[in-house]
């Protein structure tokens, strides 16, 4: 009777080949899949518009991808923490960016913390540049950019072509 009720679950379309093109789910368990979608889109998943951290020593900073997930760019959001020092090997366009957002007053200084806050988001043009521009120093956005599950942007297929 298990083996009925399984097959009786799922019914599949197949093409000439053989290959499975489309699967035709029973009500119940289609609601159930979309219920269950439902729940993990407010959990800080997996999705382009979730919440992103980066943590380096004391400085907490926060952000999203923005745009094709194949390249995408990068939105650091406001109040963040950004390091006082800068390595000299900082790329000259993140530095240029940073001695901009100072003298534009989007980056303040807090003396309580010892880093600089930033006043309002900031769409930038790619993770690794918004995690350069955090830590002062040349860095892998892919790699240190991570939701609160813990998966970085690289986990999730960001800047590759696995997916869209």
């Known amino acids: 009777m298990e083996k009925e009720s399984a097959r009786s679950a799922a019914r599949f379309i197949v093409d ?3 290959e499975r093109t489309h699967v035709i789910l029973p009500i119940a368990v289609y609601e159930g899949l979309m219920a269950l979608k439902e729940a993990l889109k407010g959990s800080g998943g997996t999705g382009e518009n979730s919440l992103f951290y980066l943590k380096k020593g004391a400085l907490t900073a926060t952000g999203y991808p923005d745009g094709l997930k194949t390249r995408p760019c990068f939105v650091l959001a406001k109040d963040s923490e950004i390091s ?12 240029a960016k940073r001695a901009d957002l100072i003298s534009s007053g989007v980056l303040i200084l807090n003396s309580a913390h010892t880093c600089y806050n930033l006043t309002s988001d900031i ?3 790619s993770p690794s540049f918004a995690a350069a521009l955090v830590v002062g120093q040349v860095v892998n956005g892919l790699k240190l950019w991570k939701n609160r599950e813990g998966f970085s942007l690289k986990d999730l297929g960001f800047g590759t072509g696995r997916g869209r």
């Open 16 to 18: 000439g080949n053989g």
């Open 84 to 95: 006082l020092a800068a390595a000299p090997s900082l790329y000259a366009n993140v530095a």
């Open 123 to 125: 769409k930038l043009p």
